[in-house]
């Protein structure tokens, strides 16, 4: 017979032997996978894909989103007897009474001019502000109404009050309110010119654009320019 050639322990045991087909020396055996990744490799660690994408519109700046430009330290203003708001009325001084006399009336975007951070040109008119942070259209009126003028303005500046974006229910409702404003300035001047009030940045153009029609139709009806 035969002699059996010895054999350790271990080589009885053995290793199954990989076969012609499932070797080949210039490849390496599949790595164990982890079975944390058994249900498949996450997102990151697949083979890169390129998507063809269209154009977007550029994002708007972090700078721009806080704001159009730089703004002055807030005074403190007193609160008004008829709204609680704040408000100030800054009328010219005595020489310049022989002026024609010419009223802004607004809201917190005329603050920097009442302030004194903003100069206006000087001209032929004298040049009163009444400015009133956060007031919607009847508020403003009602500064208006309680104001206590030299004598009647040659012509009013009235800026669209912007806040009726969040102080009324309906555009409805924001133009009913506008119509009394409106009418209240109409009393007091003969010559009333109305300035759009500036983009807000925390509502919707589009809302902000049909605000601006209900205003524009108000003030054709009673036939003031809409600027």
Not at 51 to 56: A, C, I, K, S, T
Not at 102 to 110: I, K, P, Q, R
Request: with cysteine; charged share 20%; glycine share 6%.
């Amino acid at each position: 017979m035969p002699r059996r050639g010895r054999r350790s322990e271990a080589a009885k045991a053995g290793t199954p032997s990989l076969t012609t087909s499932a070797w080949n020396p210039t490849r390496s055996p599949p790595n164990k996978i982890s079975p944390l990744l058994e249900g498949g490799l996450p997102d990151q660690m697949l083979p890169p894909v390129m998507l063809q994408e269209e154009p977007r519109v550029p994002l708007t700046s972090s700078g721009s989103r806080r704001g159009t430009g730089r703004r002055h330290r807030v005074e403190t203003w007193p609160a008004s007897r008829v709204t609680r708001r704040s408000c100030k009325l800054v009328l010219p001084t005595a020489g310049a009474l022989e002026k024609k006399f010419a009223l802004l009336v607004g809201d917190s975007h005329l603050r920097a001019i009442v302030d004194g951070y903003s100069t206006m040109p000087k001209g032929d008119f004298s040049l009163g502000v009444l400015a009133s942070p956060g007031a919607s259209a009847e508020e403003l009126r009602l500064e208006v109404l309680d104001a206590v003028l030299p004598r009647p303005p040659e012509v009013i500046c009235l800026l669209a009050p912007s806040n009726n974006l969040t102080a009324s229910r309906t555009f409805v409702e924001a133009g009913v309110a506008f119509d009394a404003l409106l009418s209240t300035v109409c009393n007091l001047s003969a010559n009333v010119v109305i300035v759009d009030f500036p983009p807000r940045l925390c509502v919707e153009d589009s809302v902000q654009q049909l605000l601006r029609q209900e205003f524009q139709r108000v003030a054709a009806q009673r036939t003031v320019r809409y600027l």
